[in-house]
């Protein structure tokens, strides 16, 4: 493990002790994370818990800097992975955190990839849901994927951020 990776590695343990232990109150599932010649990036979990949808993630072979993740509204990882669809959106929201009209459901943080290419972190999101007998879940009929960009999302400019191409896919399945 490189010095980055470690470091941030202990950040996120610090910023984590004081917090109480995230329970799973419904779903969970799983993404497998792939890049277009069908290597894999890693997996991102997804856990459902009171505050929202907690996304574990844990990628790696990925080049350093931050990349745009989004989770789609199609459970399809094909070709340039635009069968994944649009961003899950739910409520017809603008894309972007810094957008007055936004966020999307599926707009997620920036994941930062260290100098080794690996990239683990905890995020939550409070606008998703994983449980199968609400409304607005994830898991409909055409299901949902998670993609991972080549460059940082601006939070701001849509459709995705300014974050293009897609550079690796995942389709979620329940566990």
Do not use: W
């Not at 069908?38 to 856990?47: C, D, E, P, R, Y």
């Amino acid at each position: 493990m490189k010095i980055g990776t470690t470091a941030a590695a202990a950040a996120a343990i610090f910023l984590l002790a004081g917090l109480p232990k995230a329970e799973a109150i419904g779903e969970t599932a799983v993404a497998e994370i792939k890049f277009a010649n069908g290597s894999s990036a890693g997996t991102i979990t997804l856990t459902e818990i009171a505050a929202g949808v907690l996304l574990k993630i844990d990628l790696k072979g990925l080049t350093p800097g931050a990349h745009g993740l989004h989770l789609h509204e199609a459970g399809k990882c094909e070709g340039d992975f635009s069968s994944a669809g649009a961003i899950y959106n739910p409520l017809g929201a603008r894309h972007g955190f810094l957008n007055e009209e936004g966020p999307m459901a599926g707009d997620l943080p920036n994941v930062v990839a260290g100098p080794d290419g690996i990239a683990l972190a905890e995020i939550l999101s409070p606008y998703l849901h994983l449980t199968k007998d609400t409304e607005d879940t994830l898991f409909d009929a055409d299901g949902s994927s998670l993609v991972l960009f080549e460059k940082a999302d601006d939070y701001q400019t849509d459709p995705e951020g300014g974050a293009e191409p897609r550079i690796a896919c995942g389709v979620l399945k329940a566990q």
